[in-house]
């Protein structure tokens, strides 16, 4: 028998009552679909290590954080669960905002939890509408999350953010989620990170812990902009890569094409795709950000590999590096979708 504790009740689950069962008794309201370890319907989270056999196929990230799956979960021990859709909130506090350009703030967020570089917050606008964005910073001991905040024309809380939110104001945050961060396990593997836009982000996070945790083979950075002028942190980068060799960036911008030039049209920064790419080295590649990863990585099995921004260029992304040897576990991503643009 073990004693469970869920919203603050205290279940008993007598084996080989199933942790799922043993909550459906108890009058809890959880969510599941196939019962045998398939679908992840009912995906919870403990406070301890959750029994192995619960963890079956899970990403080695889920695993890191106590993700189980209740239908499967026969516990031995005492722990505390959560569903992973609980939408608990977190009192946060602006620390510091900066505009680094015209479309893109810094916010830096005091709030007391832990969290991944590469993970994700929700950052709630009132009672209904939120916008998730992607953690940038490392987990010290300052508890600072640090966000990057693209500026939409439709996009209610990202004007919010950029245009009204200051220093001391107090924000409302879900609990970070997601499983797009590094993790000791990757220490000697080598490493691709691929970004457009504010999907720098998530990578800038990943690779500030893969630095601190000495990671021991080579890392492989690429961020495409539109122009060059939406490139933004390359001396932040820069001067962070300078602390390990093995590390190469490339930031590059998308070639604007004739119609470009001349309908005086903007280029979404988030939408770098099917269009000649240049790194700032001045050499040119036909196509988008991933032929030009194509060009300089032929085999990419064992490396882990991070893809975070427009989800068109995510998706093209993990095929391409499937494509090329990588194991579909060894595959982050993060794409920015419609739906966190404008809401």
Known sequence: MAIITYQDQQVEIVEPETLLEGLEKAGFKIPFSCRSGICQSCMMQADAQPPISSQVGLSDNQK?????????????????????????????????????????????????????????????FDDVQARSYSIASRCESEKVIEIH???????????????????????????????????????????????????????????QEAIH??????????????????????????????????????????????????????????????????????????????????ERHTNLKGWQVFVCGNPEMVKKAQRECFFLGAGVGDIFADAFTVKDYFN
């Open 149 to 207: 905040v693209k500026k939409h024309d439709q996009g209610l809380v990202s004007q919010w953010l950029y245009n009204e939110v200051k220093a001391g104001q107090v924000l409302q945050l879900s609990k970070p989620f997601g499983d797009c961060f590094y993790n000791s396990d990757q220490q000697n593997k080598p490493l691709l990170l691929v970004g457009t836009g504010t999907g720098l982000a998530p990578l800038y996070g990943i690779l």
């Open 213 to 294: 945790q000495q990671h021991k083979a080579p890392i492989y950075i690429y961020i495409a902009g539109s122009k060059e002028a939406d490139l933004y942190y390359i001396e932040e980068i820069n001067s962070l890569i300078k602390a390990k060799e093995d590390i190469y960036f490339t930031p590059a911008i998308r070639h604007a094409v004739e119609d470009d030039k001349t309908s005086n049209k903007e280029i979404d920064l988030n939408n770098i795709i099917d269009n000649d790419i240049i790194s700032l080295d001045n050499s040119r590649h036909g196509g988008d950000i991933i032929n030009l990863v194509k």
């Open 64 to 124: 890191t954080q106590h993700f189980f799956l209740a239908c499967s979960c026969i516990p031995s021990k005492p722990m505390t669960v959560n569903l992973i859709t609980a939408t608990d909130k977190l009192t946060a506090t602006v620390k510091e905002k900066r505009l680094v350009n015209e479309q893109v703030a810094v916010l830096k967020i005091i709030v007391d939890c832990k969290w991944y570089p590469g993970q994700v917050i929700d950052i709630w």
